[in-house]
C-alpha cells in the first residue's frame, strides 16, 4: 500500500521586510571597480553584446575557402592566424562588457598575485561561447596547478567536415590552442596549453592548462 504524504504540521508565513533596514541602491556604484561599496548593484552575466561584437573576425566560412587546397603546414597557420585575431577580438569588446565577475576575478588576481587559472579562464570561456555560442562545453577542473576544458560538440568541426576538408589529426586544434595562448600571453598568465582529448575519439575535445610556476 502506498501512502501519500502527510500534511506539513506547520503553515509558512513569508516575513515582511523591514524597511528600516534595506539597502538603498547607489546609481554611481554600478559595475564600477573604484566605487565598490555598500549598496552597489552589479551585473553578473556576459552582454549578449559580445558574440555580435566579435562577428567580423569570427567568419569560419571565409576561413574554410582560405583552406581548400592548402597543405597541413599552411592549413594549421591559418588556423592558428584566425585564433589568435579572434581572440584579440574577444578580449577587446569583452573589456568593454564586463560583468561584475570578471571584475572580481581582476581584483583577487591583483590582491593574491595568482592569476592561473580565473583569469585565463575568464577569456577561454568568454572565447568559447563567443566563437560558438550554440556549441556544448564545460570547465571540469581549475584550480591553481590546472584547468581543462571540454568541447562536446564544436561547429567549426562540422562546417570542415561539410565542406569536404580533412580533419585527420585535427589541424584545426592551432586555433583554439593559439587563441588560448595569446591569452594567456596578453594577460602575463603563465599557463602551458595542450590539447589532451580529441573528437571524434574520445568524444570531446579537451584542452588542458598547466601553471608554470611554483604553487
Avoid at 74 to 90: H, I
Wanted: aromatic fraction near 8%; proline fraction near 5%; hydrophobic fraction near 35%.
Amino acid at each position: 500500500m502506498v501512502m501519500g504524504k502527510p500534511e506539513k504540521p506547520w503553515n509558512n508565513i513569508a516575513p515582511k521586510p523591514d524597511t528600516d533596514r534595506l539597502l538603498t541602491l547607489d546609481p554611481r556604484n554600478l559595475g564600477m571597480i573604484e566605487n565598490v561599496g555598500v549598496g552597489a548593484e552589479y551585473d553578473f552575466d556576459a552582454d549578449r553584446a559580445l558574440i555580435d561584437g566579435v562577428t567580423d573576425k569570427n567568419d569560419f566560412q571565409s576561413l574554410i575557402k582560405e583552406l581548400t587546397g592548402k597543405d597541413d603546414k599552411a592549413t594549421r597557420k591559418l588556423f592558428s592566424n584566425f585564433g589568435k585575431e579572434l581572440m584579440a577580438k574577444v578580449a577587446e569588446v569583452g573589456e568593454k562588457n564586463k560583468d561584475r565577475a570578471w571584475e572580481m576575478v581582476e581584483i583577487c588576481a591583483k590582491q593574491t598575485g595568482l592569476s592561473f587559472p580565473h583569469l585565463l579562464q575568464v577569456y577561454v570561456e568568454l572565447f568559447t561561447l563567443c566563437s560558438r555560442p550554440v556549441d556544448k562545453w564545460s570547465i571540469v577542473e581549475s584550480h591553481i596547478r590546472k584547468m581543462r576544458i571540454q568541447q562536446y560538440t564544436c561547429s567549426y568541426l562540422k562546417a570542415q567536415e561539410d565542406a569536404g576538408l580533412s580533419t585527420e589529426k585535427l589541424p584545426c586544434q592551432a586555433l583554439c590552442i593559439s587563441a588560448f595562448e595569446h591569452a594567456a600571453k596578453e594577460n602575463k598568465v603563465p599557463a602551458k596549453v595542450e590539447l589532451t582529448k580529441q573528437i571524434p575519439k574520445d568524444q570531446a575535445c579537451e584542452f588542458t592548462f598547466t601553471a608554470r610556476y611554483e604553487v
